[in-house]
């Protein structure tokens, strides 16, 4: 078949405005799984009469939300309810802690809230776990009460929405990034003298991605820095020089470095140096 | 924080309040206008807009992503329910296209030219060439099928997808999408 051809008969078009015949629409999608362009065609043409639409919105009236809603509200949903997965498990209990309909504002402020409470390093934690979601949920639940007193000062308070928006995102893609499959995550303990340290970091070994966790370092003099070295084919690389301060970011990504078996952090003069001082070694850990 | 569609989709089909309430307050005024569009006046659209969220919200389990994104598999309901709305309050649709419908100035009337998104719709419908413009107006904002268009225009059917299918393409072109 000449997909050229096919494509720019404009039988896509009407694929996706369901202009055509049964038969028809069931040739255009059985063509989309066998030809990848085609299927990119149909999205491209999709994702034009979306942004032709919203190019066209019109104001909708304030009263037709509560309309429409309680519409809603009276309607059964035909068909299974789908078995709660992941996503749908962790982001229905944080709408679960939202009882009215108090608008989307607010929606966001608390599922920025929740992420924000449950903080990077416990989340992660159980996210490694098999039971991941149940326990997340039942860590949710039990933050409800604090959300609640906690919510309204957070509102308030100098962070705006947006703000919090962009911690979210931050926050979304760290959890994507530690819980997806093909994600090591790498405790760094403290060696002997530096009991009380310890990092994470969060390696995928395919694409060479790193993240590092600060869990528990201790504040330097001013004129020494931690510097963090990945170990391949037993040699040091340095990856990263940073200090630990009040603004201390807890959570960097790394430069991608291949084929890493040792992550260590050591102590070194301000800026970092050429090769690891080995007796200055703080945390440790192999991949 | 924008939710990612396969998460919406998914609290959607849970029946959670907070999906159908990001839904409606994402495309209320995308669909809204749509509606409009094909069935005015507000009043018209309005209840267009009602019934396809219920439908939406009724039917969602059936929507399977593999066959398409969301907001299409809405504007095709929203399209039908309009459709429906506008054959109940013209009889025919013929009588429709008979009274305004060859009229695409008319455009003038569903745009707000106080709003710089409608002027850049119709600026764009403005640069796209005759036969091609009327064919866009009729299919991707009013709502007709090709089938009908062709009929209305008497063009060959051929002829109407091709210039439905250009007119994507100028309006990609246009609007710099890729």
């Not at chain 1, 370092?217 to 001013?222: I, R």
Request: proline share 3%; charged share 30%.
């Amino acid at each position: 078949m000449n997909v050229e051809e096919y494509i720019s008969s404009g039988i896509l078009e009407a694929y996706v405005l369901s202009d055509l015949s049964d038969q028809e629409m069931r040739e255009v999608q059985c063509m989309s799984h066998i030809y990848p362009e085609i299927q990119e065609e149909l999205t491209r043409i999709e994702e034009s009469l979306e942004f032709f639409a919203m190019q066209g919105k019109m104001q909708t009236p304030d009263f037709m939300k509560e309309r429409i809603m309680t519409a809603i509200a009276e309607t059964e949903q035909e068909g299974e309810a789908p078995k709660p997965e992941e996503k749908t498990a962790k982001l229905r209990s944080l709408d679960e802690q939202e009882p009215s309909r108090g608008g989307r504002s607010m929606l966001l402020v608390a599922a920025g809230i929740a992420l924000l409470l449950i903080s990077s390093y416990t989340a992660f934690q159980w996210v490694q776990g098999a039971s991941e979601n149940e326990r997340l949920q039942a860590k949710i639940e039990s933050q409800k009460g604090k959300l609640k007193s906690q919510g309204a000062d957070l509102i308030t308070s100098s962070k705006s929405l947006k703000e919090l928006r962009s911690e979210l995102e931050d926050k979304k893609e760290r959890l994507a990034f530690v819980s997806k499959e093909g994600t090591s995550k790498i405790a760094l303990n403290g060696v002997p003298g530096h009991e009380g340290s310890r990092v994470t970091m969060y390696y995928d070994k395919l694409t060479a991605e790193s993240y590092c966790e600060i869990n528990q370092l201790e504040e330097l003099s001013d004129d020494q820095q931690y510097q963090l070295w990945a170990i391949v084919d037993g040699k040091p690389i340095s990856m990263s020089v940073f200090s630990i301060d009040e603004n201390k970011q807890d959570w960097m990504k790394m430069e991608d470095i291949a084929n890493v078996q040792t992550f260590a952090i050591t102590i070194e003069p301000y800026g970092g140096v050429e090769s690891p001082t080995l007796e200055n070694m703080v945390v440790a850990g192999n991949v | 924080m924008k939710i990612e569609e396969e998460e919406l989709v998914a609290g959607l089909k849970s029946g959670a309040d907070w999906a159908i309430s990001y839904l409606y307050e994402h495309y209320s005024d995308a669909l809204y206008g749509v509606a409009y569009r094909i069935c005015p006046p507000e009043e018209n659209a309005q209840d267009i807009l009602q019934d396809a969220f219920v439908k939406i919200w009724k039917n969602i389990r059936k929507y399977d992503p593999k066959k398409g994104r969301l907001y299409t598999w809405m504007v095709n309901i929203l399209r039908n329910t309009a459709i429906d709305r506008l054959r109940k309050e013209k009889k025919s649709i013929n009588v429709e296209i008979q009274n305004d419908g060859a009229d695409v100035y008319s455009l003038n009337n569903l745009y707000d030219k106080q709003k710089p998104e409608h002027i850049g719709v119709l600026e764009m419908l403005d640069k796209l060439d005759e036969g091609v413009k009327e064919t866009a107006v009729y299919i991707y904002i009013k709502g007709f099928t090709q089938q009908e268009v062709s009929e209305e225009l008497a063009l060959p059917l051929g002829t109407v997808k091709t210039r439905a299918r250009i007119a994507l393409r100028e309006l990609r072109k246009y609007f710099d999408l890729k």
